[in-house]
């Protein structure tokens, strides 16, 4: 019978120490029977409180870890919605290389997935895993590309073979690196499952959603709870309901035959069919990605949307408040300015490099808001970029004097001038994309 939150109370300390991040004790639990908050945030937890809770207040969906120390994640899971709370663990892209490939392609590719990474507003973005397919018929060439997979790109593995006895000696071969063998159905899982648990590994479930609960359900009773499932659809919108019904059981139910993550395998031979379907995956619950090949297009929009849903909506990405030089500026150049925002930075000082000038930026504290909304919020005022200016040096170094707002906040000019004498102030265009021209116009010469 699941707890309510009084009864998890009298399991806490009663302290209302504040370190878990809510104000008392009582808010705490009722979080943890919520499943929105973990035990584990709680530092003064007794032994017998963590007996009695920790399976009442695990996440509805598990956490699987990959790689040697098992750092990186899925799963871990407690809203539908990231709105409701906010998303933990974003999914894992992994791309497949086959068998039957010509040793010159494998190893083409397989550089390129470990030196391959895309910087977008501040954050590396890299491709996570490899996967390994088995098409041909030497379990022992199988097991020997793993382990060069593995050594070479240094990401965990997903193992795939409709031979069992293939996915043994593989998961031997890549010892340690926690990586997934890829798929148990009922006549195998005995074997790969004990395979898994000797090396290091997760355990991918293949099925329909009956087939798959009934195998997740024997294998924890067994002892065996690094799952990942891996459901048969047949169609883009079977797939996109059998992930919503899946995670829905999970999280509304607390269903644990379900609460484990997806694994989902783009495969049609069509480029654009494969990157909607990894879009919808992203979009519902997708855990591993494997996608078929290394497409550079194709994985750097899968990443941009990921990021996009992954990012936590009530904490915006920011970047660090201070002076940032956009080519090489000297005393002479002109001084832009906008709020820290990271999308915002990032296009502005894009722009401005973009239109070939050098210039300074300007970034006050505007706890990462856009240029609207910070102004709104009284965090992008005319005081407060001219603290920032003068903070920065500028108002003693700079000779040109010359600072260019964002054409948003036109209205603030004046008050930028009152608290910043002797400097002009430029009232720039509303569109980041029309710095190029503003430039030539406004600051040429």
Known sequence: MALSGLDIQKLLPKTNCKECGSNTCLAFAMKLAGKKANLSECPYASDEAKGILGAASE?????????????????????????????????????DIGDDEAEAKIDETLAKIRDYVVVRVGKSLTVDMVSVTQRGSDPARFAALAKKAWETA????????????????????????GSILVAATESNADALRAAAEANGHSLALSGTVDEVCALSSRLKAAGFNELVLQFATQSLAEQYQVNSLARRMAIKENYKPLGYPFLRYFESGN???????????????????????????????????????????????????????????????????????????????????????????????????????????????????????????????????????????????????????????????????????????????
């Open 154 to 177: 240094k990401r965990p593995l997903v193992l795939r073979s409709k031979d069992s006895s293939a996915l043994v000696l593989a998961a031997e071969a890549v010892k340690g690196s």
């Open 59 to 95: 996440p509805p969906v598990k956490s699987i870890g990959f790689g040697p120390e098992k750092k990186i994640k899925i799963g871990e899971e407690t809203v539908l919605y990231r709105h409701e709370k906010t998303f933990v663990n974003q999914g894992l892209f992994a791309v």
């Open 271 to 445: 480029l654009l069919e494969d990157s909607a379907a990894a879009m919808v995956e992203i979009c519902k619950y997708g855990g591993i990605l494997v996608l078929p090949g290394f497409d550079a297009a194709q994985l750097v929009t899968l990443m941009a949307l990921r990021l996009n849903i992954f990012t936590d909506p009530q904490k915006p990405i920011q970047v660090e408040p201070k002076l940032y030089p956009i080519g090489e500026p000297t005393a002479a150049s002109p001084v832009f300015v906008t709020t820290n925002f990271s999308l915002t930075y990032f296009i502005v000082s894009g722009e401005i490099e973009n239109a070939g000038t050098s210039a300074w930026l300007v970034i006050p504290e505007c706890e990462g808001m856009s240029v609207l909304t910070a102004w709104a919020a009284g965090k992008f005022t005319g005081a407060g970029i001219a603290k920032a200016v003068k903070e920065s040096g500028l108002d003693a170094t700079s000779e040109s004097k010359t600072l260019v707002i964002p054409g948003y906040v036109a209205q603030i000019s004046g008050e930028v001038e009152e608290n910043l004498p002797g400097w002009k102030v430029l009232v720039g265009p509303q569109d980041a994309g029309d710095i190029e021209s503003f430039v030539k116009a406004r600051l040429a010469g």
